[in-house]
């Protein structure tokens, strides 16, 4: 360059130096155009774009330097940065990986290669290169977090808590914090997790940690710990839904079914077509010694949606175990044909024929139903029961002191099944996008 136009460049970096970028774009560019062959005025330049946010305009002129200077680790580094800012990865972990060639201990291009890694989907080559970096910058919390979240999606869990446990408290993020309840948990240990999880909402009382703490207690069925901490996130977040649901699947669980019923039936009132909403209604009226309004919810659903086996089934339930009337009968057998057609496997469905059966003493008919539903589900107690009392009415003594028996041998585990059903609804709360 010549002397004045050196001059230009010096005063334009300084101007970049000062936080007065938009002074030095202009000289940069005009100098790029005189002497495009220099790598430095093209880094400089592209790096201006890069922090400015234009990465697309960036790129080009990153690429040059990198041409006009293969051997710099520095211009390499910086046009990886850049395309990892992009989501570019693939073209990121390439020039990391030709800058870290060059220059083996630069932490900086180290963790961005870990990030590129990750943004491929490859978490056991990113905790490698994190692992790398966190050598050389041992007590960089950022990094120490990456290479636990590397880990983690590795599934090295166990290595992934010794990375995480090496944060200084002091620097202990709520990210982390809850990263390491997520690992504890994996691994069994579900105290430590709670304690994980307690501090980051401590650190952090945000949603998704608040959600995360009571998905934990419930996890571990300690109902009066989710449902303080569920109160306390639909009270502060009375947005989120999944905070309403967590709510009530604690009450649930705590067998307060009523209380349960209203929020699910509120939350099929925000969104009619919600199936899962209407299951976990339909799931909590069905443990209910007889119909409430919030159950009534069930009827409007199933009849919109007659490919729901399962809508039909507690739909049916729910007029049945509250005084009906003849037409209701009507509807609520109509309900269960359709449920049974859709799916023939639904014991719960035929248990609900042949109780249909039994109102109208049709005893034949009730037994065909309740038959097909022990079939179903051997263990299935109350049919048993039921299927006794429809023989009696059929003067079949034999067949009824069978049933009886596998009566008796099987209602010893109904508290199993209530436990089963609380497990069931908890599912509903890890399922991905909840």
Not at 213 to 231: F, G, P
Request: aromatic share 8%; proline share 5%.
């Amino acid at each position: 360059m010549t002397p004045a136009d050196a001059s230009a460049f010096r005063q334009a970096l300084a101007s970049v130096d000062a936080g007065r970028p938009q002074e030095a774009e202009p000289v940069l560019r005009r100098l790029v155009d005189r002497y495009p062959g220099n790598d430095q005025l093209n880094e400089a330049l592209g790096l201006i774009y890069a922090e400015g946010g234009e990465l697309t305009r960036a790129i080009p002129y990153l690429q040059r330097a990198c041409s006009d200077a293969p051997e710099s680790a520095l211009d390499h580094m910086n046009l990886g940065s850049a395309w990892l800012k992009l989501g570019s990865a693939r073209e990121a972990a390439a020039e990391l990986k030709k800058s870290i060639r060059l220059e083996p201990r630069n932490a900086k291009a180290l963790s961005e290669l870990g990030q590129a890694h990750m943004l491929l989907h490859q978490p056991g080559a990113a905790a490698q290169a994190f692992a790398r970096a966190a050598a050389i910058k041992p007590g960089d919390s950022d990094l120490l977090y990456n290479w636990g979240v590397a880990l983690t999606d590795a599934g090295q869990t166990r290595q992934a808590v010794q990375v995480l446990d090496r944060i200084p408290e002091n620097e202990m993020s709520a990210e982390a914090e809850s990263l390491a309840g997520d690992a504890e948990e994996k691994l069994g240990n579900s105290l430590a997790a709670v304690h994980r999880y307690q501090a980051a909402v401590a650190k952090d009382p945000s949603e998704a940690n608040l959600y995360a703490l009571c998905v934990e207690y419930q996890r571990h069925w300690t109902w009066d710990e989710a449902k303080r901490t569920a109160a306390y996130g639909v009270s502060k977040f009375p947005e989120s839904t999944r905070m309403k649901l967590a709510l009530g699947v604690a009450l649930f669980g705590s067998k307060e079914f009523p209380e349960s019923a209203k929020l699910f039936a509120a939350l099929l009132q925000q969104d009619p077509e919600n199936s899962m909403y209407a299951d976990m209604l339909g799931r909590t009226c069905g443990e209910f010694a007889s119909g409430n309004g919030e159950c009534a919810a069930l009827q409007e659903f199933a009849t919109k949606h007659p490919e729901n086996p399962a809508a039909d089934y507690y739909a049916a339930h729910e007029i049945l175990e509250r005084p009906h009337s003849a037409p209701e009968l009507e509807t609520a057998e109509g309900l269960l044909r359709r449920a049974t057609a859709v799916n023939p496997g639904m014991a719960d469905a035929w248990y609900e024929r042949g109780m249909v059966e039994a109102e109208r003493q049709r005893w034949d008919e009730s037994v065909a139903a309740l038959e097909k539903a022990v079939a179903l589900r051997p263990a299935f107690a109350s049919a048993h029961y039921q299927l006794a009392n429809a023989y009696r009415h059929l003067n079949r003594p034999e067949d009824r002191k069978r049933e009886l028996a596998l009566f008796q041998t099987y209602s010893r585990g109904e508290k199993d099944d209530v436990n089963a059903r609380v497990r069931q609804m908890t599912v509903f709360l890890t399922k991905p996008g909840h």
